[in-house]
């Protein structure tokens, strides 16, 4: 299996992963109680997050189905993986979260280091490859003689 369809597959399960993280703020009694989230102070906050956690599956979506996958946006989903791991882990450590509730952001930890392994590769293979238009060569001193 070659990188590059490993990165769409991880883009799609991590789409629906997102789809479902979206849905545990927006019923925080019944889906969020299970995985362990806090208690909400707003329905508006929940809501919002899950807008902003469904925008970044929409886009894991978006960018699984793209001839060329976008590495500006693999290493924004990356910034946003790691981050919602380093919260989770922070808040289970001062106590705000239960363990399982840490354990679900888990996943993302894994899908952070999956869009990195991917990036990481791509900008392998943008190092060895020279560039194919002139205009982006470096221009070469002629030396008079």
Not at 47 to 52: D, K, S, Y
Not at 87 to 105: D, E, K, T, Y
Not at 112 to 127: A, K, Q, Y
Request: charge should be positive; hydrophobic fraction near 60%.
């Amino acid at each position: 299996m070659n990188r590059t369809l490993i990165m769409r597959i991880a883009l799609w399960i991590g789409a629906f992963f997102n789809f479902g993280a979206a849905l545990m703020f927006i019923f925080p009694v019944s889906l969020g109680q299970i995985a362990g989230l806090p208690a909400s102070g707003s329905l508006f906050y929940n809501w919002l997050l899950a807008l902003f956690i469904g925008l970044f599956g929409a886009a894991y979506a978006w960018l699984a189905r793209r001839p060329q996958i976008d590495r500006s946006l693999v290493g924004l989903a990356i910034i946003g993986k790691m981050g919602v791991f380093a919260v989770a882990l922070a808040s289970w450590l001062v106590g705000v979260i239960p363990f399982r509730g840490f354990v679900v952001a888990v996943g993302d930890l894994i899908f952070g280091i999956i869009f990195w392994w991917w990036l990481r590769g791509e900008l392998g293979v943008l190092r060895a490859t020279p560039p194919s238009n002139p205009a982006v060569e470096p221009k070469r001193k002629v030396m008079m003689q």
